[in-house]
């Protein structure tokens, strides 16, 4: 019997504020266990949640551009569960009532494209440190963090119109990307600003009805979700081949070993006896909110992509780079506002390879204002500096020298002067007679090293094109 995976994920993203949802206490990672704290994340007696604005600001702009429907109405939920890290002994979240409603996710490269049921918004728990043995089941202690109880999440819930591990894993680097590039959340996986569950289940091919779903919890990379979901694929498919029924529970996925393992029986929404918090009003986003949102937006990765592929001609690549890394991204697109001879595929070689490589290596901001880059590219595509001393003089610009005294330092620019060339190749000829010789019986490639030498002599500033014409043309067999 051939067997059909169904997918869907539920996408946890950290909001990027600097409070959390419902308190003024601080988000940022790494802290001391317990100091990003207050009344409200502790669950103190009559402390009264306050909404965070910015984090609906974020979970809106998500919205749009996950193309979602933006819900005037919202309404804030109790979900009701017992655990150490839940002082309160309830999550805030929204259940009936969320922020957007439907949506949709392209997947360009696999032509396929995801829906979206909802996002809504709610607060994240904190975290317990189990200490001891290894793993839960042995932790002879486990110690309570609430540092991230109450930090603002959106969960994205897909439709189960996923099939494969690979689109799986598509579908979450797709989202990934466009959140991180529009500022609503940092994407650092690692940190667990972004998570994900996914709902697995496997039906007869032909079939239309569902079949018993697992739930994998706290995916938290591209290839843990890929490996997860095709490992459970494969479990669930062996299970039912072999007599056997799944049940349905939560499962953990151990990155060690590749393999899914049951953690509890899955909960049913009316295990969390879900109602509408009475500390908090019905959440009200106007039409002109939503609109003044939407028209401050930055413009979307696929628009991006379109763009700089058609219009531009850059490389698949630089594409890739440049929507992976928005401070790359905004360099780039200042300096080709100032371009004025060069191409924009000129300056994002560059741009995308000496210059990102600079700046992780550096790992600090470049404070060198962008047009001087658009008039070092500008002035090589003139011939007025060399490629060599183009990848000589970035790494003084990035500190915020001046173009010009960089280059002066260097001794001027590049040097095109037929005459003045040709005295330092007949110089560098006389020097190396054997080089000279070995040109002449066909074995043009030797021309590279009495060009090197030349380049030496005048620290990269020689004409490279003009040099070795000349040498080529000094060289021929007489």
């Given at each position: 019997m051939q067997f059909e995976p169904v997918i869907g994920l539920e996408i946890h993203a950290q909001l990027n504020t600097k409070s959390k949802l419902f308190c003024t206490a601080s988000t940022e990672f790494g802290q001391l266990p317990n100091t990003n704290v207050s009344p409200v994340s502790l669950g103190l007696p009559g402390a009264l949640p306050v909404l965070n604005k910015e984090a609906v600001q974020l979970a809106i702009m998500a919205g749009i551009a996950l193309d979602c429907e933006i819900q005037e109405r919202s309404i804030w939920a109790r979900k009701n569960y017992f655990y150490a890290d839940l002082p309160k002994g309830y999550q805030i979240s929204q259940f009936e009532h969320p922020i957007c409603l439907g949506g949709?996710?392209?997947?360009?490269?696999?032509?396929?494209?995801?829906?979206?049921?909802?996002?809504?918004?709610?607060?994240?728990?904190?975290?317990?440190?189990?200490?001891?043995?290894?793993?839960?089941?042995?932790?002879?202690?486990?110690?309570?963090?609430?540092?991230?109880?109450?930090?603002?999440?959106?969960?994205?819930?897909?439709?189960?119109?996923?099939?494969?591990?690979?689109?799986?894993?598509?579908?979450?680097?797709?989202?990934?990307?466009?959140?991180?590039?529009?500022?609503?959340?940092?994407?650092?996986?690692?940190?667990?600003?972004?998570?994900?569950?996914?709902?697995?289940?496997?039906?007869?091919?032909?079939?239309?009805?569902?079949?018993?779903?697992?739930?994998?919890?706290?995916?938290?990379?591209?290839?843990?979700?890929?490996?997860?979901?095709?490992?459970?694929?494969?479990?669930?498919?062996?299970?039912?081949?072999?007599?056997?029924?799944?049940?349905?529970?939560?499962?953990?996925?151990?990155?060690?070993?590749?393999?899914?393992?049951?953690?509890?029986?899955?909960?049913?929404?009316?295990?969390?006896?879900?109602?509408?918090?009475?500390?908090?009003?019905?959440?009200?986003?106007?039409?002109?909110?939503?609109?003044?949102?939407k028209s401050s937006m930055p413009e979307l990765p696929d628009a991006i992509q379109e763009r700089y592929s058609t219009i531009l001609a850059l490389p698949a690549h630089d594409i890739k780079v440049y929507l992976q890394n928005r401070p790359l991204f905004d360099l780039f697109e200042a300096s080709c506002a100032h371009?004025?001879?060069?191409?924009?595929?000129?300056?994002?070689?560059?741009?995308?390879?000496?210059?990102?490589?600079l700046i992780k290596e550096s790992n600090t901001p470049i404070t060198q204002a962008p047009q001087v880059f658009a008039e070092l590219v500008d002035r090589c595509s003139a011939n007025d500096v060399s490629t060599k001393m183009v990848k000589d003089l970035l790494p003084v610009l990035v500190k915020g020298t001046p173009l010009d005294d960089a280059i002066k330092a260097m001794g001027g620019g590049q040097i095109s002067d037929q005459t003045e060339l040709t005295t330092m190749v007949d110089a560098v000829l006389n020097e190396h007679p054997d080089v000279v010789e070995k040109i002449k019986n066909g074995k043009t490639n030797s021309a590279n090293f009495l060009m090197g030498q030349i380049m030496k002599k005048t620290q990269g500033r020689a004409n490279p094109d003009a040099v070795l014409a000349l040498i080529l043309d000094a060289c021929k067999p007489q």
């Open positions: 949709r996710v392209h997947l360009i490269d696999l032509n396929k494209t995801v829906r979206i049921t909802r996002i809504h918004m709610e607060e994240d728990a904190g975290k317990l440190n189990h200490q001891g043995a290894d793993g839960i089941a042995g932790a002879t202690s486990s110690a309570a963090d609430l540092n991230r109880a109450g930090v603002p999440l959106i969960e994205i819930v897909s439709e189960p119109d996923i099939r494969t591990a690979q689109e799986a894993r598509a579908y979450m680097e797709k989202v990934h990307q466009i959140l991180t590039f529009i500022g609503v959340c940092d994407g650092d996986l690692e940190k667990g600003s972004f998570r994900c569950d996914a709902n697995i289940s496997v039906r007869p091919v032909g079939e239309s009805a569902f079949g018993t779903r697992t739930e994998v919890k706290n995916l938290n990379s591209f290839r843990s979700i890929e490996r997860a979901v095709e490992f459970e694929i494969n479990r669930q498919i062996s299970v039912i081949s072999s007599g056997g029924a799944i049940v349905q529970q939560t499962m953990n996925f151990d990155d060690t070993s590749g393999e899914t393992t049951p953690l509890r029986s899955k909960e049913n929404a009316h295990d969390y006896r879900y109602f509408p918090d009475p500390d908090l009003q019905p959440l009200i986003v106007t039409a002109s909110t939503i609109a003044a949102i371009l004025k001879k060069a191409t924009p595929k000129d300056l994002s070689k560059w741009v995308v390879g000496d210059l990102n490589a």
